[in-house]
């Protein structure tokens, strides 16, 4: 095993829309399952134009994964089926375990610009079926970290001793956001066999010591086993996010916007919808 992280994998997202039409770009999704464990999918936006956001994600149903939304800048307005209401701002994070169900809506309100990304990360079969729940991380909270001439923004692990905003209940992933000066370099120990990726919002960088080739914005990188990631800029700064979890290496049954093990379990998600037994009380 190398020690240090090399590139495996270079994703560029697909623009696509989604929900009631709002237009974003699909990183990753069911095809790269099995590479990205636990991470199941991963969708960005980058829209200044209401028309693009503004119908939003109506009233859908969840089960059996974890979503996690990250705003660099905009205002979405979420509601659910459990009562629960607010808006994510610029900088805030909403980790929701959907667990046995939950129907929920993310509503962006204009005007202004909706950048940030949604992960899906997956549950392991022994958590699937958790009581619903909320990790509400304002901006305020994030530590905010400066080290190696960089600033790391800490959204959930741990950092050089620091503890982030949020610590995931089930799986629990590092994220961090991160803004690299020009002709600068951070490096970071990681877990070796943890799936680790990256996603460039703006900038450019040499992200393994090979220095082999540059890569730019919408693209994620998904790297081999290896004990030390690095990223080197040139003359422009670059900011990314970086995520890193242990395998699950579970059986996967995913049928929109629910992910089981099984298609027993699945089937049975998409009949209690019908039957309205899918929200436990």
Excluded at 92 to 99: E, I, N, P
Excluded at 125 to 134: G, H, N, R
Excluded at 175 to 180: A, S, Y
């Amino acid at each position: 095993m190398k020690t240090y992280r090399s590139v495996k994998q270079v994703v560029v997202g697909k623009e696509t829309r989604d929900g009631a039409g709002v237009k974003l770009v699909r990183v990753f999704s069911r095809r790269h399952t099995l590479d990205f464990d636990p991470f199941l999918m991963m969708d960005a936006f980058d829209n200044d134009r209401p028309e693009d956001y503004i119908k939003g994600f109506p009233w859908h149903p969840h089960r059996g994964i974890e979503t996690i939304t990250y705003l660099l800048e905009g205002n979405v307005e979420h509601g659910d089926s459990l009562g629960n209401k607010g808006n994510i701002f610029d900088g805030d994070c909403q980790w929701m375990t959907a667990g046995s169900g939950i129907i929920h809506q993310e509503m962006p309100q204009p005007p202004g610009r909706m950048l940030g990304v949604q992960i899906w990360l997956n549950l392991a079969a022994k958590d699937k079926m958790v009581a619903p729940a909320y990790g509400d991380i304002l901006a305020k909270n994030i530590p905010c970290i400066q080290d190696q001439g960089c600033e790391i923004r800490l959204v959930a692990g741990e950092y050089r001793g620091t503890t982030g905003a949020f610590t995931g209940r089930y799986v629990q992933p590092n994220f961090m956001d991160v803004i690299v000066p020009p002709q600068g370099t951070w490096a970071l120990e990681t877990v070796p066999d943890h799936t680790l990726y990256t996603y460039i919002f703006s900038g450019s960088g040499y992200f393994d010591p090979d220095m082999q080739a540059i890569h730019g914005p919408k693209t994620a990188l998904l790297y081999n086993q290896g004990g030390r990631f690095q990223v080197t800029t040139a003359d422009a700064p670059l900011r990314f996010i970086l995520l890193s979890a242990p395998r699950l290496d579970e059986p996967i049954a995913w049928g929109g916007p629910i992910v089981m093990n099984t298609q027993d379990e699945l089937d049975q998600a998409f009949r209690e919808l019908e039957e309205g037994t899918f929200i436990r009380k």
